[in-house]
């Protein structure tokens, strides 16, 4: 079974070191210790899934909790069917947050929109007001011709 080092995984997925220390730290990963005082980490195969797995669920979105949860399920017997019912309702449930998060960035864009055009009226009326004002003498040229 192939095994890899902390810095073979953290170039293959394009991640620091420290990062798989963190989710090892997480509970996410738990590697083999060799060599002396057991400094050294052994990443299995399985480990290496673990952490793609991992990887995956942070683009998702979802958070640490959330993925320790899924991939302690990895490790469950092959009854599949209770991982993908907890799958389908941890995505469920972030699809319902993505879903107000979008509501409020509409808003949100709706209301810049709203002060852009505001500016860009108020800047436009500024123009049309300097430009008549040089159009037209001023009371006290005037009187300063009369």
Known sequence: ????TITELAREFD???RAIRFYEDQGLLSPKREGAGGR???YSARERTRLKLTLRGKRLGLSLQEIKALVDMYESPKDTTAQLK???TV???HRETLERQREDLEVTL????A????CLRLLDGDKQGKSSAAKKPSTRKLKDAA
Request: aromatic share 8%; no cysteine.
């Open 1 to 4: 079974m192939p095994t890899y």
């Open 15 to 17: 991640i620091t070191p």
């Open 40 to 42: 050294t980490r052994v």
């Open 86 to 88: 907890r799958f389908l």
């Open 91 to 93: 995505l469920a449930q």
């Open 110 to 113: 709706a209301e810049i929109a």
């Open 115 to 118: 002060h852009e055009e505001e």
